[in-house]
C-alpha cells in the first residue's frame, strides 16, 4: 500500500464547477500538508500548506484536513480554464526547510470553456 | 534572479553513460531537494543537501549522488543510466524559515 494515494483522474468540470480533489494516507506521523498544482512542462507550485487537522481558505481555494480519517481535501470555486493542471497532494511528517515530501500521483484537471 | 533554475531542460543519453543536472537555488534558500517525477507519477525524494551535506535520502541506489556548493547551488549526478531512470528531474529549494519548497520546471531526461 502506497503511502499517499490519490485518485489520478482525468477529471473534467464545466467552467465555474465546485471541484474537489482528495487524498488519503496511512502514515498516522504526517503533520503538514501541501497541495501543488502542476502545469504541462512545469515544475509543482505551491497552492496551500496546511498544519495538522482543519480547514484553510486562500481565495477560491479550500484545503481542509481532517487527520482521524486520514483524509485530505482541496476545494476550488468557481473554476477556470486556467485551473486546468495536474493537482498534487503532498505531506510531512515534520515541518521547515529540511522536511522529505511525500507525494500523491496527482489528479488531472480540465477545466472546459 | 529569482526562483529555481535548473540546467538543461531536455536530454537524452544512452543506457550506461553518466548524466550530470544542475540547479541554481533561490535567493536566501540554503537547503536544495532533489526529487524524480515518472511520467503519470507524483514526484519521489531523491536526497536533500543543508550547508554542503547530505541531509536526508530516499530509496535511490548509491549511483545517484550529489552535491552543494557553496552558494547554495547543487548538481545531481547519475551513474550507469538505466531505462527506468527516463523521467523529469525536479529540483527544489527552501529555507528554514519557510513552509514547502519552491520547484524548478525541471530537466527531462530520456534514456535510450
Known amino acids: 500500500q502506497k503511502e499517499v494515494e490519490q485518485d489520478p483522474g482525468p477529471l473534467s468540470v464545466p467552467e465555474g464547477a465546485i471541484v474537489s480533489l482528495n487524498c488519503t494516507y496511512s502514515?498516522?506521523?504526517?503533520?503538514?500538508f501541501m497541495w501543488y498544482r502542476q502545469y504541462s512542462r512545469k515544475g509543482p507550485e505551491l497552492l496551500m500548506y496546511t498544519y495538522s487537522s482543519g480547514n484553510k481558505e486562500d481565495g477560491r481555494f479550500t484545503a481542509q484536513v481532517d487527520k482521524s480519517s486520514k483524509y485530505i481535501s482541496l476545494f476550488i470555486r468557481d473554476s477556470q480554464p486556467s485551473d486546468s493542471a495536474t493537482y498534487l497532494c503532498?505531506?510531512?511528517?515534520?515541518?521547515?526547510?529540511?522536511?522529505?515530501?511525500?507525494f500523491g500521483t496527482g489528479t488531472l484537471l480540465a477545466v472546459q470553456p | 534572479e529569482t526562483g529555481v533554475t535548473q540546467s538543461p531542460t531536455h536530454l537524452i543519453k544512452t543506457r550506461g553513460q553518466q548524466v550530470t543536472l544542475r540547479c541554481s537555488s533561490q535567493?536566501?534558500?540554503?537547503?536544495v531537494s532533489w526529487y524524480q517525477q515518472a511520467l503519470g507519477q507524483g514526484p519521489q525524494f531523491i536526497f536533500q543537501?543543508?550547508?554542503?551535506?547530505?541531509?536526508g535520502r530516499g530509496n535511490f541506489p548509491p549511483r545517484f549522488s550529489g552535491l552543494q556548493f557553496p552558494n547554495y547551488s547543487s548538481e545531481l549526478n547519475v551513474n550507469a543510466l538505466e531505462l527506468d531512470d527516463s523521467a523529469l528531474y525536479l529540483c527544489?529549494?527552501?529555507?528554514?524559515?519557510?513552509?514547502?519548497?519552491?520547484f524548478g520546471s525541471g530537466t527531462r531526461l530520456t534514456v535510450v
Open positions: 543537501y543543508y550547508r554542503e551535506e547530505e541531509n
Open positions: 527544489a529549494s527552501s529555507s528554514q524559515t519557510l513552509y514547502g519548497y519552491t
Open positions: 535567493s536566501g534558500h540554503n537547503t
Open positions: 502514515n498516522s506521523a504526517f503533520q503538514y
Open positions: 503532498a505531506m510531512s511528517a515534520i515541518g521547515g526547510a529540511t522536511n522529505k515530501l511525500i
